[in-house]
């Protein structure tokens, strides 16, 4: 079983920029696929990003490719997403989610094993 923690959400100014960690423990995190989720309020939960166990490829949701940057550490046993630009539609609640399912893309989070408990990320403009 693998136990996700996230950090690193704040309330920052638009154009400004953060840098999310998911921590991991457990076995084997290097195994896991690992993906950032956000909800804003009253919306539903949408992936934002993913990192492969495999080789590390990355992808991105549209609206925030050239702007966000996921990468992973395994010998911390930690996946980061930096996000630089932000406007105030970045804002909501941050999830990180593991997954031995999913290779490859943006997979619904019912692909999803493991959950983080979310870091809130609010933009003002």
């Known amino acids: 079983e693998v136990q996700l923690v996230e950090s690193g959400g704040a309330l920052v100014q638009a154009g400004g920029s953060l840098r999310l960690s998911c921590a991991g423990s457990g076995v084997s995190f290097e195994d896991y696929g690992i993906g950032w989720f956000r909800q804003a309020p009253g919306k539903e939960r949408e992936a934002v990003s993913f990192?492969?166990?495999?080789?590390?490829?990355?992808y991105y949701k549209y609206s925030v490719k050239g702007r966000f940057s996921i990468s992973r550490d395994n010998a911390k046993s930690t996946v980061y997403l930096q996000m630089d630009a932000l406007n105030p539609e970045d804002s909501g609640a941050y999830y990180c989610a593991a997954t031995v399912r999913v290779a490859r893309g943006l997979a619904p989070e019912d692909a999803y094993d493991y959950w983080g408990q979310g870091t809130q990320v609010t933009v003002s403009s």
């Open positions: 990192i492969s166990s495999s080789d590390g490829t990355t």
